[in-house]
């Protein structure tokens, strides 16, 4: 894009309070601009940078929150171009001698964690900003969303955008599916986080540009309007992400169900021999006739094809040859316990019965002539177009035409909507939205001259697609979690959208390696119960090691489905899948994997419930709550591509080769622990290992993955088939015969005595279902003494009382110490489990 960069300079304070933890100050050459500089809390600051022409975000992915500053010690002191300012334990400092520069650090260190690029550091460019920052070559970068692996983004640059990269490379394609403007510094000192709130187009160039003059840099650029930018500082990731949600907003409450396995691929909803119907009810039958637990299915857009020529998608319609009696067949669905996620796409292709309806009600967006904004977009099967219209979410028409569209497919029986292709790839930065519908119209009053979507970001729509899903499910059945799949996503749109994943990747083993990365950086994005189409959506279909492996891989991981649309040269209107009894050879070792998710679902359930609470990821880096082991910031482990923790319990690290059995696994150590007691191999040999060092570990392909318990932790689990809380009356929760009645705790001593250290941990539970459920949490605590093992329980059932009673005991393999209580309650000895385990039952 062109380039037209102006730097103003004899920047003057407009408001001048020595007292205050604030800046403001206006330039008044060739352009006037309007730079501010505030604390709003202990480790957050907002600054902006407008003019006439450069007007904040009109519709911004955050409401400005309210300045809170209480009880914190503060102090400012003033010269007549700096103004320094400390709060709590961050030191901030603006300097306006040339342009303004914003300096913040941790108190008591010497080096900044963030600091803007002197002489250039607010820009305006054109119809936009650039905001150019100093750069920290060995400082991890991560965050905007998810991008192309390895996961540190350090001397990388990226498109702030979104779009439909169908069969991305994993490694190379850029921009894949979020827009979200936040880009994480972290250091072993601190961490730094700057986050824009724009739905606007723009770049991040975390150092890939180097000049002479002024050396390495970062640089911020935004096509169109001001900036609002936030930044947040702590002395650790999770300290930085926990303020990033309360920034944003914490995750919403993901149903219990989701975290079960969720089967999909296009070709059922497509066939029209045996119709779609049929097909689909046969596919579920396997899966039981295979013992294959299952959730939740994603049906694809052929339920929506038209009967009639021309045969596409026409959105909140049912094809009667596939599914002559939609709601019959939900109710069949309904029976065998399994929810229905149907996909909706916003746009119209030209045939849709309701196209001028929409015409009519403004409902799409216009040109400059004011006609309707016409695009090539997709209308059946593989790569094949038509011509049509976007929805605007900004219209009242086109939002209460699909609030009222999501609601018919509800009517229908339909559990939860799968907001698909909704990365707005609209040509045309000129075309206008329509700004009439209630929930924007305090933003446009404010923003009258620009109506274009330049201005007003693409990615609003994305957010606001994501409200009206959400809406509609809740007003249909209040009190009720409403589910909204979302593939694209901005950091708004996950207070609509309980679940995302990465969109259509490819099968192949170099992407199923790469997706850790991705993962990653959603997680500390925030982007939560995300995860992979297990085996690849295009491509080859997976070999059954690879198909093995992948299944492996993504029980370790919030989301678990497997989804795809392989273009086939035979069929490309229907296209291949991936099933996960394809292989009778490897059914054994998919069904044993599968089971083992749905086993230790309270322990994935209670991350998710971290994620709401606390913002603290399921998936975690190798050096979250790490940063003082140094070999974390090594380049290996930076990349987050082999490994991860899942929860603070679980290491895994993936096999990404085939015809490969072991593992090279990195074990993590905290600085200062009085007792570090390192790890234990989960599999055989079931070795112990110390913290701190390079592991080789057996991974045989047909067995499982490397996966390494952090010694003092523990696994809650539950059945290893599909279950239900007795209280949740839901459609398909009625059919499922299996009571959550059952809680064991996997629990991971060291091999001799504790020497009084006793380990803690603490997982909760709900109903699953409910919006404002009662949460209730369950405290294991354990000792080790070279012949006990000394357990204790502590529960506080606030309203919530789940369906088990008593607790069972699960040693680690080998150990066959005795378990007895901290307070005498009765330990029973249960016996030796099918893994080989000593078993106790603590009685309660």
């Not at 303004?100 to 119809?127: E, I």
């Not at 001397?155 to 979020?178: C, E, M, V, W």
């Not at 959603?522 to 959506?537: K, P, R, T, V, Y």
């Not at 150590?669 to 570090?676: C, E, G, S, T």
Request: glycine letters at 8%; charged letters at 25%; one cysteine or more.
């Amino acid at each position: 894009m062109p380039q037209k960069e102006y730097t103003p300079k004899s920047f003057q304070q407009t408001q001048v309070q020595d007292s205050s933890p604030a800046v403001f100050l206006n330039s008044q050459g060739k352009q006037s601009f309007d730079f501010s500089f505030e604390a709003v809390r202990e480790n957050l600051f907002r600054v902006t940078f407008t003019s006439p022409n450069h007007p904040l975000p009109p519709y911004p992915s955050v409401t400005k929150p309210d300045t809170n500053l209480e009880g914190l010690p503060i102090s400012t002191s003033s010269s007549a171009s700096q103004k320094n300012i400390d709060v709590g334990d961050v030191s901030a400092s603006v300097n306006w001698e040339n342009t303004p520069v914003v300096s913040l650090s941790l108190k008591g260190s010497d080096k900044p964690l963030y600091r803007d690029l002197a002489l250039r550091s607010y820009v305006a460019d054109g119809n936009g900003i650039a905001n150019y920052s100093e750069h920290d070559r060995n400082a991890l970068h991560v965050g905007l969303g998810e991008k192309s692996a390895p996961m540190d983004l350090t001397n990388r640059h990226f498109q702030l955008s979104a779009t439909d990269s169908f069969g991305y490379d994993n490694y190379k394609t850029d921009p894949l599916y979020k827009h979200i403007p936040l880009l994480i510094k972290a250091t072993s000192s601190g961490v730094v986080a700057i986050f824009s709130t724009t739905h606007g187009r723009g770049t991040w160039s975390v150092g890939s540009e180097v000049d002479g003059l002024w050396g390495h840099f970062k640089v911020y650029r935004q096509d169109f309007g001001g900036l609002e930018q936030y930044l947040m500082v702590g002395k650790s990731l999770k300290d930085v992400v926990r303020s990033y949600a309360e920034l944003v907003g914490f995750p919403i409450l993901v149903p219990r169900w989701a975290y079960g396995y969720i089967s999909g691929g296009y070709k059922y909803s497509a066939m029209d021999h045996p119709p779609a119907n049929q097909a689909l009810l046969e596919f579920a039958d396997k899966l039981k006739e295979h013992d294959i637990p299952v959730s939740a299915h994603q049906m694809s857009s052929g339920y929506s094809i038209s009967e009639q020529e021309p045969k596409v998608r026409t959105v909140f319609t049912w094809n009667r040859y596939r599914f002559p009696d939609p709601e019959k067949w939900i109710q069949e669905y309904h029976n065998r316990g399994i929810r229905m996620i149907t996909n909706i796409k916003p746009f119209l292709l030209s045939s849709h019965p309701d196209f001028q309806k929409l015409i009519d009600g403004k409902g799409f967006f216009t040109d400059e002539g004011g006609e309707p904004g016409w695009m090539r977009l997709w209308s059946a099967g593989g790569a094949t177009g038509g011509d049509g219209c976007h929805v605007d979410f900004t219209s009242a028409v086109a939002f209460k035409w699909w609030y009222d569209g999501v609601q018919f497919l509800k009517k229908s029986g339909i559990d939860g909507m799968w907001n698909d292709n909704n990365e707005y790839t609209l040509p045309n930065d000129d075309w206008k939205v329509a700004l009439d519908e209630p929930f924007v119209q305090d933003a446009a009053k404010k923003q009258t001259q620009d109506n274009t979507i330049g201005l007003w970001g693409r990615a609003m729509h994305t957010e606001l697609m994501g409200k009206a899903s959400h809406d509609a499910l809740l007003d249909m059945e209040p009190g009720v979690r409403p589910f909204v799949l979302t593939r694209s996503a901005t950091a708004g749109t996950m207070r609509y959208s309980a679940s995302t994943w990465s969109g259509d990747n490819v099968t192949s083993w170099e992407s199923m390696k790469g997706s850790n990365a991705l993962s990653l950086n959603s997680a500390i994005s925030l982007l939560q119960c995300e995860g992979h189409d297990i085996g690849g959506f295009e491509g080859p279909q997976p070999s059954p090691e690879l198909l093995v492996r992948w299944v492996q891989l993504g029980t370790y991981s919030p989301r678990f489905a497997i989804n795809c649309f392989k273009t086939s040269p035979d069929n490309n209107e229907v296209g291949e899948v991936i099933e996960p009894f394809m292989y009778p050879e490897v059914t054994p070792q998919v069904r044993a994997t599968i089971k083992r998710r749905y086993e230790i679902l309270p322990y994935i359930y209670n991350l998710g419930l971290e994620s709401h609470y606390y913002a603290s990821p399921p998936q975690r880096w190798v050096g979250w709550g790490y940063e003082s082991d140094p070999e974390v910031w090594t380049k290996k482990l930076k990349n987050g591509e082999e490994q991860f923790w899942f929860g603070e319990t679980i290491m895994v690290c993936g096999v990404y080769e085939p015809g490969v059995d072991v593992a090279k696994v990195y074990l993590p150590r905290k600085a200062n622990d009085k007792f570090d007691f390192g790890f234990v191999n989960m599999n055989a040999p079931y070795t112990y290992y110390a913290s701190g060092q390079w592991v080789e570990v057996e991974a045989k392909w047909k067995e499982s993955i490397a996966l390494l318990a952090k010694i003092g932790g523990a696994i809650p689990l539950g059945k290893s088939v599909q279950t239900k809380i007795l209280d949740d009356k839901t459609a398909a929760s009625v059919a499922i015969e299996e009571i959550d009645d059952y809680r064991g705790v996997e629990i991971f001593p060291p091999q001799k005595s504790s020497h009084g250290t006793k380990f803690s941990t603490t997982w909760m539970e709900d109903d699953g279902i409910s919006i404002t459920p009662k949460t209730s949490s369950y405290t294991i605590t354990y000792e080790a003494t070279d012949d006990r093992i000394i357990i204790g329980l502590e529960k506080k059932e606030d309203g919530f009382k789940p369906s088990w009673k008593d607790l069972d005991i699960i040693l680690h393999n080998g150990d066959t110490r005795r378990v007895v209580s901290d307070t005498g309650k009765t330990v029973d000895y249960k016996g030796v489990d099918s893994r080989g385990r000593e078993v106790y039952t603590l009685r309660y």
